[in-house]
């Protein structure tokens, strides 16, 4: 209770000291305030968007973010895997996989609009999936490589088939490594959905965002900043309930009742 109220107290304290800034000292037409913002969450609640209810941009942009997540996380943990099983592999793709990943994810977003069109919901899974894909891949990729050796090898002296070590060792060996990029992974499918929509939609969060932001409507952008992280802090809560359960053989650390 203790921390919360700690958590508690500095937000109140930086909502006042902005409130009180944007009151005197700096123009709240380019910097808005609190009142103005929760004026405009009000407004969307419960009089609706000018693109129909927020509860329906809210769905759509989710659909975006969790099916980018499936598909993402999916890619990342089979290739990641199989790429740090067989070394030939990935010293054969580590060029290309790290080219990609460099590739700014702007660009990737116009591109996946010039394809997959900019009406629907392809373009923005397809963005939300590249940045989920490889915040997975590389973890999976790294748990995969550090499973003990000599444990995989007396597995094969036991008489063990490639899939029993796969399915036995390695993979609940890179479990922890996975479940860890969960947690950042579907923060970057919201960003994905959103940074889709923001280039080309015609419904979600994301063009609430751009109609905001071309309407000079600070208050706004804000608005749907919170929306998102409240989005991103729901499913961060699911995810380590999610952890709990899967990681229930683990033994506890010493720092297990350490919130942070």
Do not use: C
Not at 141 to 165: W, Y
């Amino acid at each position: 209770m203790k921390i919360w109220a700690l958590r508690l107290l500095l937000v109140a304290a930086w909502l006042v000291s902005w409130e009180l800034t944007a009151t005197y000292w700096i123009d709240p037409f380019f910097y808005s305030k609190p009142s103005l913002v929760w004026q405009k969450l009000v407004e969307w609640f419960v009089m609706g968007t000018s693109q129909g209810t927020i509860w329906e941009q809210i769905v759509v942009t989710l659909e975006e973010a969790v099916f980018g997540f499936v598909l993402g996380a999916s890619a990342g943990v089979l290739l990641g895997i199989l790429l740090g099983q067989k070394p030939v592999l990935a010293d054969i793709f580590a060029p290309f996989i790290k080219a990609a990943n460099a590739v700014p994810r702007i660009v990737l977003a116009s591109l996946f609009v010039i394809w997959f069109g900019l009406i629907g919901q392809t373009s923005k899974i397809a963005t939300a999936f590249v940045l989920v894909f490889f915040a997975v891949f590389f973890n999976a990729f790294q748990g995969a490589r550090e499973v003990d050796k000599n444990l995989v090898n007396n597995a094969r002296i036991l008489g063990a088939s490639p899939f029993q070590i796969l399915t036995t060792i390695v993979v609940p060996s890179a479990t922890s490594w996975i479940l860890a990029s969960l947690h950042s992974a579907f923060g970057f499918a919201l960003i994905g959905a959103v940074v889709g929509e923001v280039v080309g939609a015609d419904k979600g969060l994301g063009l609430l965002i751009n109609r905001s932001q071309g309407n000079f409507d600070s208050a706004g952008i804000y608005a749907g900043m919170i929306v998102v992280t409240v989005l991103a802090l729901v499913a961060e809560w699911v995810l380590t309930a999610l952890e709990k359960r899967l990681l229930k053989w683990r033994p506890p650390s010493a720092n297990t009742d350490a919130q942070v």
